[in-house]
């Protein structure tokens, strides 16, 4: 039987009233490279693993500036639980707080079946910055199944709906030419900033395989594919350092 564990947490001005890491995700406060704080995710166990049930809540309340990132990548394994395991994430944003949600890489190695999915809820003047990067198996490994999807509502109507599957329990088709095109690595970071309503960003090319696309609302999402962790991490680096006027990691 598989692990069931949630971590939680609230931030609140300059504190943070909820600090909660359960199971294999351990949770600390670390310094900020900047203003407004930062909490640094630390695998505990190995994880997640076949019928694992893993969550993450983080609440931002209004005028709260609030970092998330992790000590190193999640790797997605076997395990002897039965179906696939799941990764949950809620993001709730307050009004004036902003969140820059940027985990390391989340690599679904051979074997492996991960379904995540993370729900963003953002008041009308918050501001979001979300990186997710995936790879598809170790090095020089064929690739587990992995299921993304990421959804995103503000001022309580949707902004963005998106999912992709792909490995060996997904689809037929994922590794063709509409889809991956045999990368392994496949990222996008979405930036939501009031900021955008009176000068949106234009869309492009960031070379032959990442673009940026303006929403409609005050918000760019980037998507990329890569050959590997390292491509794929330069991409979303000169992407941000575009949007956002530097990495900012």
């Given at each position: 039987?598989?692990?069931?564990?949630?971590?939680?947490?609230?931030?609140?001005?300059?504190?943070?009233?909820?600090?909660?890491?359960?199971?294999?995700?351990?949770?600390r406060r670390t310094?900020?490279?900047?203003?407004?704080?930062?909490?640094?995710?630390?695998?505990?166990?190995?994880?997640p693993?076949?019928?694992?049930?893993?969550?993450?809540?983080a609440?931002v309340?209004?005028?709260?500036?609030?970092?998330?990132?992790?000590?190193?990548?999640?790797?997605a394994?076997?395990?002897?639980?039965?179906?696939?395991?799941?990764?949950?994430?809620?993001?709730?944003?307050?009004?004036?707080?902003?969140?820059?949600?940027l985990?390391?890489?989340?690599?679904?190695?051979?074997g492996?079946?991960?379904?995540?999915h993370?729900r963003?809820?953002l008041?009308?003047g918050?501001?979001?910055?979300?990186r997710?990067?995936?790879?598809?198996?170790?090095y020089?490994e064929?690739?587990?199944?992995?299921?993304?999807?990421?959804?995103?509502?503000?001022a309580?109507?949707?902004l963005?709906?998106?999912?992709?599957a792909?490995?060996?329990?997904?689809?037929?088709?994922?590794?063709?030419?509409?889809?991956?095109?045999?990368?392994?690595?496949?990222?996008?970071?979405?930036v939501?900033?009031p900021a955008f309503?009176?000068k949106?960003?234009?869309?492009?090319l960031?070379?032959l395989?990442?673009?940026?696309?303006?929403l409609?609302?005050?918000?760019?999402?980037?998507?990329?594919?890569?050959?590997?962790?390292?491509?794929?991490?330069?991409?979303?680096?000169?992407?941000?350092?575009g949007l956002?006027?530097?990495?900012h990691?």
């Open positions: 039987m598989g692990i069931e564990a949630t971590a939680r947490i609230v931030a609140e001005g300059t504190g943070l009233p909820v600090l909660a890491g359960d199971g294999p995700i351990a949770l310094r900020s490279h900047g203003t407004g704080l930062r909490v640094t995710m630390v695998g505990a166990m190995s994880g693993l076949g019928g694992d049930r893993l969550a993450v809540d609440t309340r209004d005028g709260t500036h609030l970092t998330v990132d992790s000590a190193a990548a999640t790797i394994l076997p395990g002897h639980g039965p179906g696939p395991a799941r990764y949950d994430i809620a993001l709730d944003v307050g009004e004036e707080a902003e969140l820059r949600w985990p390391e890489q989340l690599i679904a190695a051979r492996s079946d991960l379904r995540t993370t963003v809820r008041a009308a918050a501001r979001l910055l979300l997710e990067e995936q790879i598809l198996g170790r020089g064929e690739p587990g199944t992995l299921t993304t999807r990421l959804t995103v509502h503000r309580g109507r949707p963005l709906d998106t999912e992709l792909c490995g060996p329990g997904a689809p037929a088709g994922w590794d063709g030419p509409a889809v991956l095109a045999g990368h392994r690595a496949v990222g996008q970071l979405l939501v900033d309503d009176d949106p960003p234009e869309p492009r960031l070379g395989t990442a673009v940026i696309t303006p409609a609302g005050p918000a760019a999402l980037v998507t990329a594919l890569a050959q590997d962790a390292l491509a794929l991490r330069r991409v979303l680096d000169e992407a941000q350092e956002l006027g530097g990495p990691r």
